[in-house]
């Protein structure tokens, strides 16, 4: 193996450690402080090629105003 494909694989592999700890250490959107009935859920998926998405739900903390949402409309 030569010596710029070692630097090479040994670079991937510091780039991909220092973005793991970025990720765990990023600061939530929002605070689940601003509204203390909800808790505030984050999805973030990242390709790895410049794609990638985020969303952002707002759940009840309260179990049975949860399961009321997964309740067919006309089924109440």
């Known amino acids: 193996m030569s010596l710029?494909?070692?630097l090479?694989?040994?670079g991937i592999i510091v780039?991909?450690?220092i973005v793991a700890v970025i990720g765990q250490r990023r600061a939530p959107?929002?605070?689940d402080d601003n509204d203390p009935n909800y808790h505030t859920l984050r999805s973030d998926y990242q390709s790895g090629m410049g794609g990638?998405?985020?969303r952002t739900?707002?759940?009840p903390k309260d179990?049975?105003?949860y399961a009321r949402f997964?309740?067919?409309k006309g089924k109440e």
Do not use: C, H, N, R
């Open 4 to 6: 710029f494909l070692s």
């Open 8 to 10: 090479l694989i040994f």
């Open 15 to 17: 780039m991909t450690a």
């Open 29 to 31: 959107l929002e605070d």
């Open 52 to 54: 990638g998405s985020m």
């Open 57 to 59: 739900w707002k759940v």
């Open 63 to 65: 179990p049975d105003e």
């Open 70 to 72: 997964f309740v067919p």
